[in-house]
């Protein structure tokens, strides 16, 4: 019974040791492998750059082990710890924490498909609204609605200086017609997935109404100091905008198609985009287009590529 134990204990500590050698040479081996891999691109993601580089040396497995006594190998090996359970000279584990309520931990717990359908969702209830307004004011001459729709969905240096400050996010999310709604929804949805995984959903919500709020300082700014009117602006595609120049700054060449067949790199369309639409801010032109609107959208992702560079946390 006793050259019976000792032999089945010398089995399980061969088969055991064998195999927690292997799994280690294996486990160095596959880290030596990813390690190898050359890559030269260099990205940005919450503020941690990301860096891949070619290791000095790489160092091989050793498949020799040392057996101080063979009862104590058995004792280590998974088999001994598979069957038998001890508290003995153990402390009991500390109490777990609870951590701290946190809103950006709470947002970016959800859902990425909640964001993405819920602003396109919301996009399209105020196109409801301004058809319902437009109904009104056509069928009934009751323009009680529709006017309420440009105090508040509406951005213009009136509302402004009215006191209705809200009006620079809003409007971000006004459109009046179908096509302008159907052109912008789609960029959305092509877009902005990428850049959700990217950022999290709270990042990608800071640049996306950010973008949007700087979209329409800088039309109101343009449409006072440069073109001397006032001009009420409406639409999302400033903010679409900021979400496209920061892919393109973190991916500047992916391709990108235009009108949806033709295939362009994204710092290419981005440029190029800039161009158009500054130039047409400057010496107008742009005719129901608010151009000075989609530069504004631009700067800001750019601008929020280059805090996530520098590590910001936002």
Known sequence: MAAFTLTSAS??????????????????????????????????????????????????????????????????????????????????????????????????????????????????????????????????????WLKWMHDNFLVSMRNVQEGRLWTVLTCCFSHQEIVHFAVNAMTYYFMAPAVIAMLGNTSFLALYLGGGIISSCLSLFVGQQIRHRDVPSQGASGAIYSVISFFACVAPRAELLIFGIVPCQAWIVVGGLFLYDGWLSINGGGGKIDNAGHVGGMLAGVGYYALKRMGMRI
């Open 11 to 144: 089995h399980i500590l061969r088969t055991t040791t064998l195999r927690c050698s292997s799994q280690r040479g294996f486990s160095l081996w596959s880290s030596a492998l990813l390690r190898s891999t050359r890559c030269n691109a260099c990205q940005t993601l919450n503020g941690n750059v990301l860096q891949r580089r070619l290791p000095s040396a790489v160092s091989t497995p050793s498949r020799s082990i040392s057996t101080p006594s063979k009862i104590l190998q058995f004792v280590r090996t998974d088999a001994w710890r598979a069957t038998h359970r001890s508290s003995y000279g153990r402390a009991p584990p500390p109490p777990r924490r609870r951590a701290p309520f946190s809103v950006r931990a709470l947002i970016d717990s959800l859902p990425s498909g909640l964001f993405l359908w819920g602003i396109l969702a919301l996009n399209g209830g105020i196109l409801l609204l301004w058809g319902y307004a437009h109904g009104m004011a056509r069928e009934h001459r009751d323009f009680s």
